[in-house]
């Protein structure tokens, strides 16, 4: 495999090389290649136990509870602002449909 580096980055790693902290750009380049992956599956390790956390935490606890949590960030205005028939209508502000007669 041939990998075309930019200058200033194929010059940084001939100067380890030359310095004796690579035996070749090869080991340097693989060095290089290894930390980053054990970085990634550290992020993704990480993520994943955050997300199962979360989701073990929302799964003790009943939909209104959740659901009052997740309003409770949603200013007074944004709530007044939706329209009083809402519930009633739902189709019409979602997919546009007519609205339906009152009942």
Request: hydrophobic residues 40%.
């Amino acid at each position: 495999m041939t990998i075309q580096l930019p200058k200033d980055v194929e010059s940084s790693i001939n100067a380890e090389v030359l310095n004796g902290h690579f035996a070749s750009a090869d080991e340097a380049i693989a060095e290089a290649w290894r930390k980053y992956l054990e970085r990634r599956h550290e992020q993704a390790r990480t993520t994943d136990q955050a997300a199962s956390g979360r989701a073990a935490a929302m799964a003790h606890k009943p939909i209104w509870e959740v659901f009052q949590e997740l309003s409770a960030s949603v200013p007074d205005e944004v709530w007044d602002a939706l329209p009083t028939d809402l519930s009633e209508q739902h189709d019409h502000y979602i997919y546009g449909t007519p609205k339906r007669p009152a009942q």
